[in-house]
């Protein structure tokens, strides 16, 4: 079965720096997502991209957050100063539309654990 | 909006007793609805789903929920619960094939022997 993929599974990082979380979504899908948990929280909704732009986001997902389609395969999340609220896990999720929805659902990634110190 | 609540964050169940985790939807559009099951250190894997066919919908690992939209709840059983259930379980919504999902909160299913 198609997975998505995320990198790093652990990224440690000092408060004020940058950092890019990697995801490679099936390679037929057309939406992407990033959502967050904070440990021991649900899962939140950050950011959808569809046709290579923004298609919704949520409040958290303000100017410090971009994502980027770069070169059809990888989706990528820059969060560009991080806080100490960043601290979370970060999941890619991807689906293909109607078919792939009824016959899969969304398809997540296992992760990225973000610790900012 | 769409919201999703899930009633009771914590569940206790012995093994081999029925399971039963609450999710109740609020949608003003016919939804798409899901129950995920979270490991502890894993990412999100799909249990069942619900798009508008059958109403009883059977899923991985001996779990089903059932669709009623005049009680809008889309509650998961296991009739025998085992030790490898115990998990975090999320129920979600959309509305549209790339709409966002709404997460629940969650309910931690625990397992004694």
């Known amino acids: 079965e198609p997975e998505v993929t995320q990198t790093p599974s652990h990224q440690v990082t000092q408060m004020g720096q940058e950092v890019i979380l990697r995801c490679v979504p099936i390679?037929?899908?057309?939406?992407f997502y990033w959502y967050r948990q904070i440990l021991g929280q649900k899962v939140e909704f950050l950011v959808s991209f569809y046709n290579n732009e923004i298609s919704e986001k949520s409040e958290i997902f303000d100017d410090q957050f971009s994502v980027e389609r770069p070169d059809g395969s990888n989706f990528t999340l820059k969060i560009r100063s991080t806080k100490l609220e960043d601290s979370a896990m970060y999941f890619c999720a991807s689906n293909g539309g109607q078919v792939t929805i009824a016959n899969y659902g969304y398809t997540f990634g296992s992760g990225t654990r973000l610790t900012v110190v | 909006a769409q919201s999703v609540t899930q009633l009771g964050s914590h569940v206790s169940v012995s093994e081999g007793a029925l399971v039963l985790l609450r999710c109740n939807y609020s949608s003003s559009v016919p939804p798409y609805l899901f129950w995920y099951v979270q490991y502890p250190n894993q990412g999100l894997q799909l249990l069942l789903k619900?798009?508008?066919?059958?109403?009883l919908v059977k899923g991985i690992n001996g779990f089903e929920a059932e669709f009623k939209k005049s009680e809008t709840s889309f509650h998961l059983t296991k009739p025998s619960a085992h030790m490898s259930d115990a998990a975090e379980y999320f129920c979600a919504v959309t509305s549209n094939q790339g709409g966002k999902l709404i997460f629940g909160q969650g309910t931690e299913l625990s397992v004694k022997p």
């Open positions: 619900y798009t508008s066919a059958a109403t």
């Open positions: 390679s037929n899908h057309l939406y």
